[in-house]
């Protein structure tokens, strides 16, 4: 029964139900996104700030937001601070991961992640937060791999495509950058501007609609795992 009861309540934060696969996009609930971290180093860094937008029926819910700061371990590198000015002084206060987790992962529920440049965001989450609820697996769409599949980036660059950048080429705002909430709220605009631009491609192709199946293929075709 305890097994049982587990697999449960594991169940309840699975980022999309399987049931809403083959659904209307816009009937699904995201969330998007956004970490602040001390370094890029995947296997020892450390989350300072989470950021989390909430997606209802193809429009942002603007009372939903989730900021939080985090105190990590170690101290953020110079490099880091350069670019979101979160200093260790700054976070002395802060809450640890594992007081922000539980909160975190109530607040996400069961809606679908979005996030960009997904990989980053999947790795610190699996490892700092819930191996099992943040596996390491294509269930976060990637807004990073939309952009490519919709020619906004480069299938063959070095680089990531700059979430600022994409949001000026489809003449969206830029919300604080650098800041957790700031990219998360980017993030979700910049998501549904190319989801909605992929649902008109796929009608101009004779389908009937845009399914969250199509989305989750076409992130995991496109994006860098």
């Known amino acids: 029964m305890a097994n049982e009861t587990g697999l449960i309540q594991r169940a309840k ?11 209307n996009w816009r009937n699904s609930n995201y969330c998007a996104i956004d970490l602040e971290t001390t370094g890029l180093d995947l296997g020892a860094d450390e989350i300072v700030a989470i950021g989390a937008a909430h997606i209802r029926q193809g429009r942002i819910s603007a009372g939903e937001n989730f900021y939080c700061e985090v105190r990590p371990l170690g101290s953020p590198s ?3 601070v350069r670019i979101h000015g979160l200093r260790a002084s700054d976070l002395e206060d802060a ?6 987790g539980p909160e975190l992962i109530a607040d996400i529920g069961g809606e ?3 996030a960009h440049a ?3 965001e999947r790795s610190f989450l699996k490892r700092q937060v819930s191996p099992s609820i943040f596996p390491k697996s294509p269930s976060i769409i990637d807004t990073a791999g939309l952009a490519r599949a919709l020619g906004y980036a480069r299938e063959d660059g070095e680089h990531e495509p700059s979430l ?3 949001a000026r080429r489809l003449n969206l705002p830029v ?3 650098h800041n957790a909430l700031g990219d998360a709220l980017t993030t979700g605009v910049v998501f549904l501007a190319l989801a909605t631009e992929l649902e008109r491609s796929q009608k101009a192709k004779g389908a009937r609609m845009l399914t969250l199946k199509i989305l989750l293929e076409t992130s995991k075709k496109y994006a860098r795992n």
């Open 78 to 80: 110079v490099q880091s």
């Open 95 to 100: 809450r640890t991961i594992q007081e922000v």
């Open 112 to 114: 679908v992640l979005i």
């Open 13 to 23: 934060y699975l980022p999309f139900a399987r049931s809403s696969l083959n659904e």
């Open 118 to 120: 997904a990989w980053m």
């Open 164 to 166: 600022e950048f994409l």
């Open 175 to 177: 919300y604080a950058p």
